[in-house]
């Protein structure tokens, strides 16, 4: 990848719809990771950067998955 960046995908166990949606706008606005993608069924979201992105983005996405837990 160019510029070291990473390429990370994940799949959410409980994030769908909204919440699915508000945790990809969250990690491209408080990661900064302009690279970033959803899809909806299965659950996955796709992003490309730098390795410290990457782990912000991971833990964001790993709280905001927990939380939705029913």
Known sequence: MPGG??????????????????????????????KAFLKTSPATLVMRGSADQITKADELIQAADNAAKP
């Open 5 to 34: 960046s990473s390429l990370q995908a994940l799949y959410p166990a409980n994030l769908k719809g909204t919440a699915l949606m508000q945790t990809l706008t969250a990690v491209r606005s408080n990661v900064g990771i302009q």
